[in-house]
């Protein structure tokens, strides 16, 4: 989650730069201190630079405060916000700021990062699952790993199955294609969950390396590229993964400039 911006309205006269800089700080304040009392812990991510604040007047504290909040913010350029309410948190509160005071409405964006939608799992396909699982707590990995075949091969490429079967393959250097195909197509269904990012890089890099398979449309640089785009994605930076961010920088190292300049020219 981040903030992306402020929107402050008042009464008869702008707020200063001072002002509105401590509205938003209450504003920030009240709306941490409502989420834990809800006993939801959001963590803020570090955003880069100073969050915007949009200051204007005059507010009519007697009309209706959301719909000039809602105007304000659309012909500020931030209409964007109010039309994905989905990913986007408008909080507004009203209050009298300023020397002297006056009645003062403020709005926070609050962008929660892009919704992906969530894949149901029929109970079918979790019978398999649980039960592939409860081979792998056994070490018996074959049975695992024929546990989501059969699974995939009856209930088709349900995204979960691709994700335990690809990442089962990825042990065996033999297994990589078919590892990578069950990544491409887990990753394509969990764009942001770094439980599939993750693996793609690595077999990426694993098939780079391999000396018993060959990709013929990629050569092992190009292929260590493809798995460091993916791990300097926003979704996998901000998963805290150590994995991937070790495995990041140990890319960065090997590419080197070559690298660097494939990132800036995409």
Partial sequence: MNIVAYYILTERSRLSEEEGLGVATGVYL????????????DVFGDSSGQVPIFSSFPFDPSGDVVDQMKRYIAGEGGGLYLMDPSRYETFIM????G???????????VDRGEQVPKVEIPEAVQY??????????LGRKGDAMHCYAVGRD???????????LGVLRLEFETLLPGALECMRKAHSAFPTRSDAIYPLALCYLKLAESTK????????HRLKELALS?????????SGDQRAEVL??????????????FFESK
Avoid: F
Wanted: hydrophobic share 30%; proline share 5%.
């Fill in 94 to 97: 009203t209050s009298m700021d």
């Fill in 154 to 164: 009856v209930y088709g490429d349900h995204p979960e199955l691709l994700l335990r």
């Fill in 248 to 261: 990041a920088k140990r890319l960065k190292d090997e590419l080197g400039n070559e690298g660097e300049s």
């Fill in 30 to 41: 009240l709306y941490t201190g409502q989420r834990m009392k809800e006993g939801i812990q």
């Fill in 128 to 137: 398999c699952l649980d039960r592939g699982r409860r081979w792998e707590e």
């Fill in 230 to 238: 993916l791990l300097d994605e926003e979704a996998a930076r901000a």
């Fill in 213 to 220: 398979i060959r990709v013929s449309d990629a050569s092992p």
């Fill in 99 to 109: 020397d002297p005071p006056q009645a003062t409405c403020t709005a926070m964006i």
